[in-house]
């Protein structure tokens, strides 16, 4: 007797679920822990329920690396709501990709691997980009910002993901890091400052 087909709420809940247990994995142990057939049982699952979503094991990083951009863009949005003010937001922003790189290394590292970005990854990109470019934004409609807010929020970006890599690597201890990140923002702080101000 053929069992009752899922509804799509259930699909949908039951794919989620592999994503959720996948991250996880990536997070605690690394992309190599992260297979079908380990996930499944993780999730207490078939072995053959992963496949019925995911064709192979990068398929499934795929859509873990979109849900890593949002949970990122969560923490985000959520830290730039609880804000002030605009300096606040945009301290807000910074301080929560920070937190991330450093709290969720391994699903950090995973964003920015390279591979080839699927629709459900550009999507989760294009929320994040909306979300950074918020702060920003404002910033350039109110005459605080020297540079239009990609620009500016490309200069932020490469900054500080460099800082990161710095620390991670441990070519500077904490003490500098934290001297270096006061530094870089002061520094930064110019590119919020009408250039006859700043002058």
Known sequence: MQGRQLTRTEL????????????ALVQEEGREACTLRRVAAEAE???STPYSYFADKEALIDAVRAAALHRLSDRC????????????????LGQAYLDFAFTQT???????????????????AARYRRLAAGPLGEAEAAGMSTLP???????????????????????VDEE????????????LAFGFVPRSEAA
Request: proline share 1%; glycine share 10%.
């Open 12 to 23: 949908d809940d039951a794919r989620r679920r592999v994503v959720e247990v996948a991250m």
């Open 45 to 47: 699952m078939s072995r």
């Open 77 to 92: 949005e959520a830290a730039v709501a609880a804000a002030d003010d605009l300096g606040g937001r945009v301290g807000a």
């Open 106 to 124: 391994s699903l950090y590292d995973l964003i920015f691997e390279s591979h080839s970005a699927g629709p459900e990854h550009q999507a989760a």
């Open 149 to 171: 807010a990609e620009r500016l929020g490309g200069v932020l970006w490469a900054a500080t993901h460099g800082l990161i890599a710095l620390r991670r690597a441990g070519k």
């Open 176 to 187: 500098s890091f934290e001297r270096l990140l006061a530094d870089m923002r002061e520094v």
